[in-house]
């Protein structure tokens, strides 16, 4: 009998992957489509190659995708950005599908973390956990990570899902404008309550 799935998502900064590694130290198995987007067109691939044939080698490097260039284009560029996606996305769905058939060692549920989760696979699992935070605080967490600037993170911010719907859409919640140890606390008691569903 498959194990159940559930759906994690947040917004840029929010701290899906910290979430999730802790999920992963329970000893949940998890998936990221952020690193099979990064997977897929890895340098050598056969999504690289067809990235690099439809947007050209403008915005590659010595070690492959220029992802800083490419990303600023994307916000001027409708085409580009459709493109792109055109490329990425169906590698992704096929790589967490893959994912999902795959026997995994026994557990009561798994995970898969996606900022598009809402948007495209939240149909296809057992419920959707959703790791919120202030958006002023995402948003001084956000230039924390990335060294990029307030505007950055906010231009990124407009095209996601504001934080009202995401939360509309939550079946669990996962408050992250604490320490991340009290993130740790919450993971492992909505561990505990998603274990005894199952």
């Known amino acids: 009998m498959p194990i159940a799935t559930y759906g994690l998502t947040g917004g840029i900064a929010s701290g899906k992957s910290l979430a999730v590694t802790y999920f992963g130290a329970l000893g949940v198995p998890t998936c990221d489509t ?92 057992q419920g959707v956990i959703v790791v919120d935070l202030p958006e002023s605080l995402q948003i001084a967490r956000g230039i924390e990570r990335d060294g990029t600037s307030a505007e950055e993170i906010q231009r990124i911010m407009t095209t996601q899902r504001d934080r009202a719907s995401r939360l509309a859409k939550a079946d669990f919640i996962l408050d992250n404008s604490g320490t991340r140890d009290d993130l740790h606390k919450q993971v492992v008691r909505l561990h505990q309550t998603l274990k005894d569903c199952a």
């Not at 080698?57 to 492959?64: H, I, K, L, S």
């Open 34 to 125: 952020d690193q099979f987007a990064r997977d897929v067109i890895a340098p050598g691939t056969p999504g690289e190659r067809a990235l690099r044939d439809a947007i050209g080698d403008m915005y590659f490097n010595a070690e492959g995708l220029n992802r800083a260039r490419l990303r600023a284009a994307l916000f001027q560029d409708p085409d580009l950005k459709h493109i792109v996606e055109s490329i990425v996305h169906p590698r992704v769905r096929d790589a967490v599908q893959t994912w999902l058939t795959t026997p995994k060692p026994a557990a009561p549920y798994q995970i898969v973390c996606s900022p598009l989760l809402l948007e495209t696979a939240s149909r296809d699992s």
